[in-house]
């Protein structure tokens, strides 16, 4: 339970295995039990001001339980983070961060690639409390952030790669330009898993994870998590206590649980997803390939400099397309389900429509993302030629 286990000097998988796990405080059980808890009951008043002074002690379920604390300390293992929360959702993670920074009459910096609830988070309601946003080239370096950055901006709102677009930012640039002005630097690193990019390590303040995806890594939880830096910790806290965003138990335990597979998963969908795109790439119908391991994806370059890998999600744009061809792609594969969610055991396919504000999307509407499992990746290849059949036929 302890958060000093994320300064241990182990190894990432090391750390997988083991922050967040205390046999000895249960019983010898490996796993941290499921605690259901609402009310905390205390013998004395001393007892209950001794535990509200206390980090990390349990007062009441709003404020988390031994389960929740469990995963919240091996995220923060993995981040290399002072402290994580977490949250009942992704998009939770990433309006509690931003809140931590923002007040009336401040400025928000995003990337142009941002998930489109973030983007509707800005534009819908922090507009409401008086809180303005522009969006930026995601490629943007530090010269075009340090012109776009306002006396009044606060956060720069970093998402690499897009998930749907995947440009992949040049994140320490992004940071040189924002920490000369005082600018806060909050990145979605969902992609990643935590596992191929260390976003504290690389200057960034806060680190937002869907955990929903990877980390819970079964698609049978939802849940969120935000890392910060020492700096920013207490910030973050107070934030979300205020927002009275809780985790459930039961899914926090699906987090940490996922937690202890990750990184090998994490090396499956990465060479399923390699070997899925080398394929579509000797495909005639298609024009680019939207994959950061790959020379054509928009900043190829800072994923090669500061990425360790590469995960399942990747975006192919069609030479041609039409809604009914893209249609009957998805519709006839058998393998691949169409859902909007990803970073879960099964390959999925989502038609995708990106939203941009200062720079156009060159792929338009000819744009598909796949989201590579942990399937065979031959079986897979021959459900996407039949669904390439399929396209061509309805073209
Ligand atoms: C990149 C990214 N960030 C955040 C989220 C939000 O996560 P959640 O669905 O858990 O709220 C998603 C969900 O699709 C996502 O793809």
Same mark, same amino acid.
């Given at each position: 339970?302890?958060?000093?286990?994320?300064?241990?000097?182990?190894?990432?998988?090391?750390?997988?295995?083991?922050?967040?796990?205390?046999?000895?405080?249960?019983?010898?059980?490996?796993?941290?039990?499921?605690?259901?808890?609402?009310?905390?009951?205390?013998?004395?008043?001393?007892?209950?001001?001794?535990?509200?002074?206390?980090?990390?002690?349990?007062?009441?379920?709003?404020?988390?339980?031994?389960?929740?604390?469990?995963?919240?300390?091996?995220?923060?293992?993995?981040?290399?983070?002072?402290?994580?929360? #977490?949250?009942?959702?992704?998009?939770?993670?990433?309006?509690? @961060? %931003? &809140?931590?920074?923002?007040?009336?009459? !401040?400025? *928000?910096?995003?990337?142009?690639?941002?998930?489109?609830?973030?983007?509707?988070?800005?534009?819908?309601?922090?507009?409401?409390?008086?809180?303005?946003?522009?969006?930026?080239?995601?490629?943007?370096?530090?010269?075009?952030?340090?012109?776009?950055?306002?006396?009044?901006?606060?956060?720069?709102?970093?998402?690499?790669?897009?998930?749907?677009?995947?440009?992949?930012?040049?994140?320490?640039?992004?940071?040189?330009?924002?920490?000369?002005?005082?600018?806060?630097?909050?990145?979605?690193?969902?992609?990643?898993?935590?596992?191929?990019?260390?976003?504290?390590?690389?200057?960034?303040?806060?680190?937002?994870? #869907?955990?929903?995806?990877?980390?819970?890594?079964?698609?049978? @939880? %939802? &849940?969120?998590?935000?890392?910060?830096? !020492?700096? *920013?910790?207490?910030?973050?806290?107070?934030?979300?206590?205020?927002?009275?965003?809780?985790?459930?138990?039961?899914?926090?335990?699906?987090?940490?649980?996922?937690?202890?597979?990750?990184?090998?998963?994490?090396?499956?969908?990465?060479?399923?997803?390699?070997?899925?795109?080398?394929?579509?790439?000797?495909?005639?119908?298609?024009?680019?390939?939207?994959?950061?391991?790959?020379?054509?994806?928009?900043?190829?370059?800072?994923?090669?400099?500061?990425?360790?890998?590469?995960?399942?999600?990747?975006?192919?744009?069609?030479?041609?397309?039409?809604?009914?061809?893209?249609?009957?792609?998805?519709?006839?594969?058998?393998?691949?389900?169409?859902?909007?969610?990803?970073?879960?055991?099964?390959?999925?396919?989502?038609?995708?429509?990106?939203?941009?504000?200062?720079?156009?999307?060159?792929?338009?509407?000819?744009?598909?993302?796949?989201?590579?499992?942990?399937?065979?990746?031959?079986?897979?290849?021959?459900?996407?030629?039949?669904?390439?059949?399929?396209?061509?036929?309805?073209?």
């Amino acid at each position: 339970m302890s958060t000093d286990k994320k300064d241990w000097d182990f190894k990432q998988d090391t750390k997988l295995g083991h922050a967040g796990s205390d046999p000895a405080g249960e019983f010898g059980i490996i796993n941290p039990p499921v605690y259901h808890a609402s009310t905390v009951a205390f013998p004395t008043v001393a007892a209950q001001a001794i535990a509200r002074a206390t980090p990390n002690a349990f007062t009441y379920g709003r404020h988390g339980s031994p389960t929740s604390f469990a995963f919240e300390d091996a995220v923060a293992a993995l981040e290399g983070g002072a402290r994580t929360i #977490a949250v009942g959702s992704g998009l939770a993670a990433i309006v509690g @961060a %931003m &809140l931590a920074f923002v007040g009336q009459g !401040d400025h *928000v910096l995003v990337c142009d690639s941002a998930y489109r609830p973030t983007r509707n988070l800005c534009e819908n309601f922090l507009k409401r409390f008086g809180v303005a946003t522009s969006y930026y080239d995601p490629l943007a370096g530090a010269k075009e952030i340090a012109a776009l950055i306002q006396p009044n901006t606060k956060v720069i709102y970093t998402e690499s790669p897009g998930s749907h677009s995947f440009e992949v930012q040049d994140i320490p640039a992004i940071v040189e330009a924002a920490h000369k002005r005082g600018v806060k630097v909050v990145m979605d690193n969902t992609w990643s898993a935590g596992v191929f990019f260390k976003p504290l390590d690389h200057g960034v303040d806060v680190s937002v994870h #869907a955990a929903t995806k990877y980390f819970v890594g079964h698609s049978d @939880a %939802m &849940l969120g998590t935000i890392t910060g830096t !020492d700096e *920013v910790k207490d910030a973050l806290y107070e934030s979300v206590s205020v927002l009275g965003y809780n985790v459930a138990p039961d899914d926090a335990y699906l987090g940490i649980r996922g937690m202890r597979t990750l990184s090998v998963r994490l090396k499956r969908h990465e060479a399923n997803a390699l070997k899925v795109a080398e394929w579509f790439a000797g495909r005639p119908e298609v024009e680019t390939i939207l994959h950061p391991a790959f020379a054509s994806c928009p900043g190829h370059e800072f994923w090669k400099r500061d990425f360790t890998g590469s995960s399942g999600l990747f975006s192919v744009v069609f030479k041609k397309a039409s809604e009914a061809a893209i249609t009957a792609l998805v519709d006839r594969l058998e393998l691949l389900a169409l859902g909007g969610s990803w970073g879960g055991f099964e390959s999925l396919v989502l038609p995708t429509h990106v939203v941009r504000s200062a720079v156009p999307f060159a792929g338009g509407e000819r744009c598909v993302r796949f989201h590579v499992g942990l399937e065979n990746a031959d079986d897979l290849i021959e459900d996407l030629g039949d669904g390439l059949t399929a396209f061509n036929a309805a073209l």
